[in-house]
């Protein structure tokens, strides 16, 4: 089984018509949705078996710095989850508890947020990195988000980065890897993102309009859960 713990819910017109974030995510995983066991923490607690082939965290529209109580929770599970060496992928959300629980700081990032399609790139260490390593140099990615980790657990290797985010993906040890960026998203969600956030850009048609598909970035779910069945 793979554990995809949910942190958050989507809008709720996006939820009813679309499905939500755990859905988005398991599309592209590539295994049988049978497989995966969803936990939602702000209503259930995790489990107490680590016996899982990989874990998942989703994002959430909440933010870390609230220090919600399932949050805190779920960021002492996580943690533990890392030293049992238990493959772990954090989204949005998800990647900031990570760093978090892992000794990082999360917080408002100095530019405001980042919203739409932009071009991430690899780092020379992704090359090494066994589920990046065969991503091309630069490849578009979904954004939407206010807060980053700021600084990275110690020892985190940053894996892609991009002008406004210097930590989009990091991986810590050998089985930990967290994305700002959203695997799960295709570009109907993430014009629905940009529509409900437009007051925050400075130009929403123009950011509307550079919303594409992101294949690269989707095969990323895959490619994990290709990486943990090994």
């Not at 066994?130 to 630069?138: A, D, E, I, M, N």
């Not at 993102?193 to 294949?215: A, D, R």
Request: charged residues 25%; aromatic residues 10%; glycine residues 8%.
């Amino acid at each position: 089984m793979f554990l995809v713990v949910k942190t958050g819910n989507t809008m709720k017109d996006l939820a009813l018509n679309y499905g939500d974030f755990e859905d988005w995510m398991i599309r592209f995983m590539g295994v049988m949705r049978q497989n995966v066991m969803v936990v939602d923490v702000q209503k259930e607690n995790l489990p107490d078996s680590f016996d899982f082939y990989g874990i998942l965290i989703t994002g959430a529209h909440e933010m870390v710095t609230d220090r919600h109580d399932w949050s805190e929770r779920t960021a002492e599970w996580l943690r533990r989850a890392v030293e049992k060496s238990v493959p772990v992928m954090g989204v949005c959300y998800g990647h900031q508890l990570l760093a978090h629980a892992l000794g990082g700081t999360v917080d408002n990032h100095p530019k405001g947020p980042e919203i739409g399609t932009v071009d991430v790139n690899l780092t020379a260490e992704a090359k090494k990195d066994p589920v990046f390593k065969s991503l091309p140099q630069t490849f578009r990615v979904h954004v939407s988000h206010t807060q980053s980790a700021l600084t990275l657990p110690e020892g985190a290797v940053v894996l892609a980065n991009n002008p406004y985010e210097p930590h989009h993906a990091f991986r810590y040890g050998k089985n930990a890897w967290g994305v700002q960026f959203h695997p799960e998203y295709d570009a109907l969600i993430s014009r629905e993102y940009v529509l409900n956030q437009k007051e925050k850009l400075k130009s929403p048609e123009l950011t509307l309009g550079g919303v594409e598909e992101t294949p690269e970035a989707n095969s990323l779910l895959g490619k994990f859960c290709e990486y943990c069945v090994k």
